[in-house]
Nanobody, 126 residues
Framework: QVQLVESGGGLVQAGGSLRLSCTAS????????MGWFRQAPGKDREFVAA????????YYADSVKDRFTISRDNAKNTVALQMNSLKSEDTSVYFC???????????????????WGQGTQVTVSS
């Protein structure tokens, strides 16, 4: 497992943008698929986006496709989520997640990941 620390959440008006960042500890970041999930009060944690370590292929939930972009910088052990055209329904706590080394299957499943950050609140006002 790795330790993950998110940053960049906050309050933004609908239509605005935010950039979340997640920094991982250790030396194995480059061989881990990374994901972003979110959880609203009273709801299950849901997949937002993921980026595979092996080919940098990206995956998105339909609800955020064409608005959010996930990227990674292996030299800095960071993964970012650029969120544009934010909507009130994007309001949630956002979590960064890391999969075990060399895993590539099911990047949209919470069961794929074994390390989680503490979460960062994103609030979109309408």
């Amino acid at each position: 497992q790795v330790q993950l620390v998110e940053s960049g959440g906050g309050l933004v008006q609908a239509g605005g943008s935010l950039r979340l960042s997640c920094t991982a500890s250790g030396q194995t970041f480059s061989t881990r698929t990374m994901g972003w999930f979110r959880q609203a009060p009273g709801k299950d944690r849901e997949f937002v986006a993921a980026i595979r370590w092996v080919d940098r292929n990206t995956y998105y939930a339909d609800s955020v496709k064409d608005r959010f972009t996930i990227s990674r910088d292996n030299a800095k052990n960071t993964v970012a989520l650029q969120m544009n055209s934010l909507k009130s329904e994007d309001t949630s706590v956002y979590f960064c997640a890391a999969a075990p080394q060399y895993r590539v299957k099911s990047p949209n499943s919470t069961e794929m990941y074994d390390s989680w950050g503490q979460g960062t609140q994103v609030t979109v006002s309408s």
